[in-house]
């Protein structure tokens, strides 16, 4: 049984690392790209992660601690290297998709324009 727990876990975070890669090439802008490939990244590797975990949990009888800081640090930077890409990317003027429908960082930055001045 632990075997089959095992292996749901390490498919399931290859399956969401597939899924991003494809994401990639099919998503029509940066902003969907950068944000696909986050969410993938994080589901796919806490999914390995945590199926590794189980793996030396069950055959070694050891928790392993390394594991859960991959999980913890995957968790928290991936999102936020993301977000910053994409931050950068708007910055440096990269044009969003042309059937986007909002541009909410366009609206706060004119907000803050209108404020300073």
Do not use: C
Not at 3 to 16: D, K, N, Q, R, Y
Not at 21 to 29: C, F, K, S, T
Not at 39 to 44: D, E, M, Q, V
Not at 48 to 56: E, K, N, P, T, V
Request: aromatic share 12%; glycine share 8%.
């Amino acid at each position: 049984m632990t075997e089959i727990v095992i292996s749901f876990f390490v498919l399931v975070g290859a399956l969401f690392t597939l899924l991003g890669a494809v994401a990639i090439i099919r998503l029509p802008d940066t902003y969907t790209r950068v944000n696909a490939a986050t969410k993938a990244s994080t589901f796919g590797v806490i999914g390995s992660m945590i199926g590794l975990f189980i793996f030396f949990a069950y055959t070694h009888g050891q928790v392993s601690g390394k594991v859960i800081l991959t999980i913890v640090f995957v968790f928290i930077t991936a999102p936020i290297g993301g977000f910053m890409m994409a931050r950068s990317a708007y910055h440096a003027g990269v044009r969003i998709w042309d059937n986007s429908v909002r541009d909410d960082l366009k609206e706060d930055m004119k907000k803050q324009t209108n404020e300073s001045q």
